[in-house]
């Protein structure tokens, strides 16, 4: 059976994953599902151009993001709306930046309807840690240079559970040099002093490092540095969100890049 397909007497959840930003990223089932949405309740990290170019227009759109000067949705209240809806018939989609259950909270959500007694099916997108080393034709894991990689957030869960459980950088940096993994912080810019702090308790000052703000579109960037350097060359570079960084030896690859090429890319020439 299509797990897209429900019974016509209740609706159906979806939680698409929209990739890094460049719609030709999308996967046919995502592009599927957000044409056949009635709800879309839309993360800020999706590029709008796919909700142009694939939504129904008589869809019903709801931006959920934090941007714009806007105050985040409350999760609570965006699970309410996709229960209701739901319920309603309506076909809801759950559009989210890179791959839903990539820090996109959809694991929580998922819970949260179950609950409720709703199934979500889910949809994968390219999540944004693996789109932007591959702009750059840097892999993330290498024979000679990573047996694996690490997604970590450089985000924790704000509160209680946070302080309980930080993130422990220094063992994650001695088992990164020891195991030869590829780190791949996500939402690390705003706590890229102390990250890079706690990591070079592990690994070398010279230990290479790649940040990619904006991957897979357009005005991309790119900075190719050392741990030693983080923090001084993105604040001097003025990077700022949506950005990964990479931390390991595969990044020694992206230096030899042509810094042209995701524009060139973009462009098709
Ligand atoms: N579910 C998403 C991640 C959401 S958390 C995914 O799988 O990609 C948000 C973080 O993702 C951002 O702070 C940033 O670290 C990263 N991110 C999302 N889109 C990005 C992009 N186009 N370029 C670089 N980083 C991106």
Redesign the pocket.
């Known amino acids: 059976m299509n797990h897209l397909a429900s019974s016509p007497l209740q609706g159906s959840c979806t939680l698409v994953?929209a990739g890094?930003?460049d719609p030709e990223l999308l996967t046919l089932k995502a592009v599927k599902a957000i044409q056949a949405a009635t709800v879309l309740l839309v993360d800020d990290?999706v590029n709008d151009e796919i909700v142009s170019a694939y939504a129904r227009p008589d869809a019903r759109i709801v931006h959920v993001g934090k941007r714009g000067g806007c105050k985040s949705t409350p999760q609570s209240f965006i699970e309410k709306l996709m229960i209701t809806a739901v319920r309603e018939g309506e076909h809801v989609v759950r559009l989210?930046?890179?791959?839903?259950f990539?820090?996109?909270r959809g694991g929580e959500e998922v819970e949260h309807l179950r609950e409720e007694g709703i199934e979500c099916a889910v949809v994968n997108?390219i999540?944004?840690?693996l789109?932007?080393v591959t702009a750059l034709g840097v892999p993330l894991t290498h024979r000679d240079h990573a047996q694996g990689v690490v997604f970590v957030t450089g985000h924790a869960k704000t509160g209680h559970a946070a302080t309980e459980h930080p993130t422990d950088w220094r063992a994650l940096a001695a088992t990164a040099r020891d195991a030869r993994l590829t780190l791949v912080i996500?939402?690390?810019i705003t706590g890229a002093h102390h990250i890079q702090q706690e990591l070079l308790h592990g690994l070398a000052a010279d230990t290479p490092v790649l940040v990619?703000?904006?991957?897979?579109?357009a005005h991309q960037r790119q900075l190719t540095t050392t741990l030693g350097r983080l923090a001084n060359d993105l604040a001097q570079e003025g990077f700022g969100?949506?950005?990964?960084i990479v931390v390991g030896d595969v990044v020694r690859g992206a230096a030899a890049v042509d810094a042209e090429l995701p524009r060139r890319l973009a462009n098709g020439d």
């Open positions: 994953g890094p930003g990290l989210k930046g890179g791959d839903p990539i820090f996109g997108g999540t944004a840690g789109a932007a996500y939402m690390g990619v703000q904006h991957a897979s579109l969100s949506p950005a990964v």
